[in-house]
């Protein structure tokens, strides 16, 4: 069986104020909700209900806001390992040490992620002051607990230029996992582009430093999650169509609508909390299968892709909608930073 996964928003409470938080974009006038014991409950029964109905295995990335200042965080977390079931946390580095990482193992997190976003000066700008040198220092203790560490970086034009040197210090720190998304406009004030021409550049730089890491033997798996690094493979020739692939078949790529959804902390469920607008009901109210079947096929018209449904990668990238919906308010538009041509 395939995994399914659920990005579960728990709580808004956070005590950063990131300049490109989705949650925040409207300033700080937003009043932090959480989910309450019984909300919990609820939710998990219908996740899991939803693979059990799709035949799916279920894998939740509880994030936030700061998922572990949740009052009720721990039992949920004992919930999942009554249940047998695994997780990765997406949170911040100032509220864990070594103590609460071994609890963390206990219960069966497998990861647990942080941020960098650029070298000190413009990580502390984005984040709260300090962040850069506490998001290090937490490596260790997430390594030594046993989970595997990741450092996620968002990238835009504000600090396209200092990744490459990020990665060097990721590698430095013995970071099991790195990778980064390209920063998607959510309406806070920092909207920024990189053209498709500079973003393909900078893969070629990022893809170098991976590979001189990667024959050197170190620690770090570099995941390369952004979807147009399928293109820039199949151009260096790394990545080829499979001979028996079926006509009108998606393979990979994008997971909206096809492998994720997320769950906010008011119940609300986003075909991608990237994904402006992209709400389609209410996993409190809603039965999730139910919504997979009827509002989440609009999701789904991989011929309506204005762009990509021309491109024989279809059916492996697709790019990133999230970030077409940002720039261009259409979902199916095309991605600002591919730079194939037809």
Known sequence: MRYFSFQWHITDICDQRCKHCYIYSGGNSHVPQSMSREEFQTVFRNCIDFCETFGRIPYFYITGGDPILHPNFWELLETFRNSGIYFSI???PFHIDFDTCRRLKALGCEKYQLSIDGLRETHDFFRKPGSYDE???????????????VIMSTVSSLNIHEIPEVIDVVVEHEAEVF?????????????????????REFLGTCDKIFRKYEAEGCRTYFDRKDHLWTLYDYEAGRFNIPDDAEKGKIYSGCNCGKGHLTILPSGDVYVCRRVKDSRVGNALTDKLSDLWLNEMEAYR??????????CELLPYCRGCPAVAK????????EDPQCWKEF
């Open 90 to 92: 997406l949170g911040n």
């Open 135 to 149: 998001t290090l220092a937490k490596i260790k203790p997430v390594n030594d607990a046993g989970i595997c560490s």
């Open 179 to 199: 990778s980064f998304a390209r920063y998607c406009p959510s309406g806070s004030g920092m909207e920024t582009a990189v053209t498709p021409s500079e973003y």
């Open 301 to 310: 018209e991989y011929g309506s892709f204005a762009k990509c449904s021309k």
């Open 326 to 333: 940002g720039v261009h308010g259409n979902f199916y538009a």
